[in-house]
Nanobody, 123 residues
Framework: QVQLVESGGGLVQAGGSLRLSCAAS????????MGWFRQAPGKEREFVAA????????YYADSVKGRFTISRDNAKNTVYLRMGSLTPEDTAVYYC????????????????WGQGTQVTVSS
């Protein structure tokens, strides 16, 4: 069992940066791929980024590639999402997810979810 708690969301101006954190409980954190998804108002939840268990491999949606960076610290059971060059289109609730094994951009394939943290980008 893995429990996830996100933090770091808030209000930021367009062009600004924000770092989200996701603290995980459970001794098997290092065996899980970790991911970030987001859901904007009126839209379905979408894949943002993922990182494999070791932190060596990362994957991004095209919409955030080059602007967002996912990383993890297995000693701290934490995964991060550094977001830069933010635009109003990045406004959404951001969710952390965990999956035993490899990553995928398919939402239903992820096993554990956090409660989400709101990110609002003003123009």
């Amino acid at each position: 069992q893995v429990q996830l708690v996100e933090s770091g969301g808030g209000l930021v101006q367009a062009g600004g940066s924000l770092r989200l954190s996701c603290a995980a409980s459970g001794r098997t954190f290092s065996r899980h791929a970790m991911g970030w998804f987001r859901q904007a108002p009126g839209k379905e939840r979408e894949f943002v980024a993922a990182i494999n268990w070791s932190g060596i491999s990362t994957y991004y949606a095209d919409s955030v590639k080059g602007r967002f960076t996912i990383s993890r610290d297995n000693a701290k059971n934490t995964v991060y999402l550094r977001m830069g060059s933010l635009t109003p289109e990045d406004t959404a609730v951001y969710y952390c997810a965990a999956r035993y094994g490899g990553w995928t951009d398919v939402e239903r394939a992820w096993d554990y979810w956090g409660q989400g943290t709101q990110v609002t980008v003003s123009s």
